[in-house]
């Protein structure tokens, strides 16, 4: 009998490479995946498994919506985004931080006034603020989130942090970790029960190679 079919929708970039690296691992064909050119469907041949290529956000979307079953994306868009979906293992890979950074030797804590904070992810940075009871100003930015405290947008911003060069060479630096972030393995919620059987073979074979 051939196996029901799963359409697993990836994050482009970064994740995806990291992602194919993993399938491979595993055991998986993933030839048409390294050769997809422009392609955004791609196939793993024998296992009845589609690949879809798509931004981070919308792997969320085509996930909730049951036209994907699994989906990998990063913690960080899962945290601003939320949504309707089981979150079923850390894929350890894509890791970094969410970080609250200054420029160098400011004290973004300091005095009474309402501080303002630009960043990509207004929702993790209202999140994080709330829980500590401090009223802040949010600037919606959307990349290079570095320049707004160099320019006097912000007195900080709330990003990602991985390696930490980006803040080094515009002469910020962390005043605290947020949340730690790394690539997830998502599932639609009927899914995980029409296809149970084929979706933790898949992820008992992810967790065996992590
Ligand atoms: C991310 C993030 C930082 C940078 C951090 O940006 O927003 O700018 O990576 O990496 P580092 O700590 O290793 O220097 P990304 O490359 O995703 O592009 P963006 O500026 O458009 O957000």
Request: glycine share 10%; net charge neutral.
């Amino acid at each position: 009998m051939e196996k029901k079919k799963i359409r697993i929708a990836l994050t482009k970039g970064r994740i995806e490479n990291k992602a194919v690296d993993l399938l491979k691992k595993i055991g998986y064909d993933v030839t048409d995946l390294l050769e997809k050119g422009r392609r955004l469907i791609l196939t793993i041949p024998n296992e009845n498994i589609e690949v879809v290529l798509a931004k981070a956000a919308d792997v969320i979307t085509y996930v909730e919506h049951g036209v994907c079953d699994l989906g990998v994306v990063g913690k960080d868009t899962i945290m601003e985004h939320g949504g309707k979906f089981y979150e079923i293992a850390d894929l350890g890979f894509g890791r970094c931080k969410f970080a609250l950074a200054v420029k160098k030797g400011n004290d973004f804590y300091c005095g009474y006034g309402v501080k303002t904070v630009a960043t990509k992810y207004p929702e993790v940075t209202r999140n994080f603020f709330e829980n500590k009871g401090i009223d802040v100003d949010i600037v919606k930015i959307e990349g290079s989130v570095e320049l707004a405290p160099l320019v006097g947008l912000s007195d900080g911003i709330v990003d990602i942090v991985e390696t930490g060069t980006t803040l080094k060479e515009n002469g910020l630096e962390v005043v605290e970790d947020v949340a730690p972030v790394s690539a997830r393995l998502i599932a639609n919620t009927v899914s995980i029960k029409l296809k149970q059987e084929r979706i933790l073979e898949i992820v008992n074979l992810i967790k065996e190679n992590l």
